[in-house]
Nanobody
């Protein structure tokens, strides 16, 4: 059984940093695409950053470029999202997602992922 568990969310002020973690069981990240998505109230779930199935390349949404860094540790079956210079518009529930067969061109689409975590809330407010 595949399980993804996120942690690291919280309430921070604009300009602060957070590091989100996602730990997996029942799946290996060596041949699995893994990504971070986020969903703000009243909005659709959107891609933030992640890795292709081979893990060779990471991809970022425009909103994350320059501020967020995605990394993973295959041995620990963990993926991380380092978020710097957080803004109020980054407020959302952040989800970890994984899929064994997704192709690179489909990485950005939430409906292409089979496995999801429960999410962790990130609130950026002064």
């Amino acid at each position: 059984q595949v399980q993804l568990v996120e942690s690291g969310g919280g309430l921070v002020q604009p300009g602060d940093s957070l590091r989100l973690s996602c730990v997996a069981t029942g799946i290996t990240f060596t041949t699995t695409a893994v990504a971070w998505f986020r969903q703000a109230p009243g909005k659709e779930r959107e891609y933030v950053a992640g890795f292709t199935r081979t893990g060779s390349y990471s991809r970022y949404a425009d909103s994350a470029k320059g501020r967020f860094t995605v990394s993973k540790d295959n041995a620990k079956r963990a993926v991380y999202l380092q978020m710097n210079d957080l803004k109020p518009e980054d407020t959302a529930v952040y989800y970890c997602a994984a899929d064994r067969s997704i192709i690179t061109s489909s990485l950005y689409y939430a409906d292409q992922y089979d496995f999801w975590g429960q999410g962790t809330q990130v609130t950026v407010s002064s």
